[in-house]
């Protein structure tokens, strides 16, 4: 009896260790982006979420998109500005760092004080910021590493993403798609990442649609359809929802 409830005692110090680390790491994202002067715009962690609303309220929700329960947490510009693609390099940073100085600091208090949490704390927030800093992706998506490389490397991958970034800036900041620009569009549409072309697409579909062009949106509805069986189910998901 004395093991299971040991078990279960460890079990729950895990869970706990991990959601705490998970959320330091995300809401180091969005503090950094708040010192940019972005505004924060939402956190996932697991199925429960915060979200500012198009009326400016932060409401508390239900995320019913599991991709998503492995913790988000967003910041994003007031006003278009060149200089926020920069500052966003610098928010993709923040939160391995943060990891970072935080596993670091309760291994310290570990050594200092002893106790299983600590150090749960500790090597958790240690792994998350080795998971989120080393290049690579996790799922569809890239780490935070991997995304600051691409923008500091240049070439086609800095387009790509800045591509991303001005297009969500522009629609975040104009609330909504008829102030894109469609330069930004051709270079998702004409990537080799079939995930980045999905992405052209849909953005076009709603630039389109927004314009009352319906045969050009339904054209890029299209072919966005046609790569619905080439892209992950998670993927797509994410980005419609």
């Known amino acids: 009896m004395d093991i299971i409830l040991r078990i279960v005692s460890i079990l729950g110090m895990s869970v706990m260790a991990y959601f705490i680390v998970v959320g330091i790491?995300?809401?180091?994202?969005?503090?950094?982006?708040?010192?940019?002067?972005?505004?924060?715009?939402?956190?996932?962690?697991g199925p429960f979420g915060l979200k500012r609303k198009e009326n400016d309220t932060i409401v508390a929700y239900i995320e019913k998109n599991p991709s998503l329960w492995g913790g988000v947490g967003g910041a994003l510009p007031q006003k278009v500005d060149s200089a926020n693609f920069r500052a966003f390099a610098r928010v993709l940073l923040a939160g391995?760092?943060?990891?970072?100085?935080?596993?670091?600091?309760?291994l310290l208090l570990f050594r200092q004080l002893g106790g299983l949490f600590l150090i749960l704390l500790g090597f958790m927030s240690l792994a998350i910021f080795a998971a989120t800093i080393i290049p690579g992706r996790t799922g569809p998506f890239y780490t935070d590493g991997a995304r600051w490389l691409r923008i500091m490397r240049g070439g086609r991958a800095r387009q790509v993403e800045m591509a991303i970034f001005n297009i969500v800036q522009n629609t975040v900041v104009y609330q909504g798609y008829r102030k894109m620009h469609f330069p930004d569009?051709?270079?998702?549409?004409?990537?080799?990442?079939?995930?980045?072309?999905?992405?052209?697409?849909?953005?076009?579909?709603?630039?389109?649609?927004?314009?009352?062009d319906e045969l050009l949106a339904a054209a890029h509805g299209h072919e966005r359809k046609l790569l619905e069986d080439k892209v992950p189910k998670s993927f797509i998901r994410t980005m419609t929802s």
């Open 185 to 212: 569009l051709e270079v998702l549409i004409g990537d080799v990442d079939l995930k980045n072309q999905y992405l052209g697409h849909l953005f076009a579909q709603n630039y389109y649609q927004e314009k009352g």
């Open 96 to 106: 391995p760092m943060i990891s970072l100085l935080f596993g670091v600091v309760m």
């Open 25 to 45: 790491h995300e809401w180091g994202h969005i503090i950094m982006g708040q010192i940019y002067g972005f505004k924060f715009y939402l956190f996932v962690l």
